[in-house]
């Protein structure tokens, strides 16, 4: 299996995040591991100039977020889902 590929299909969903430093610094943590699909769940505070201060070179990712309004609505075409807090 091509890893690039393998990467690409792995989805990053952080649920009613209530501070946007946290979501700026998942994007650069994600950057970093070669993952580029963030979706956010009900974001208290997103779009914000904190998270993007925060991305540190992985604005990209947070340009690129899928919002959404539920978590059904984040994991509705997902096979595998993992959670942790």
Known sequence: ???DGALGRV???LSRTSHPGNIGAAARAMKTMGLTRLTLVAPR???SAEAN???SGA???LEQAQVCASLSDA???VTLAAALT
Do not use: G, S
């Open 11 to 13: 989805r990053v969903v």
């Open 53 to 55: 201060t925060l991305a």
């Open 45 to 47: 505070d997103f779009p």
């Open 59 to 61: 604005v990209d990712v």
């Open 1 to 3: 299996m091509n890893l």
């Open 75 to 77: 994991l509705a075409d």
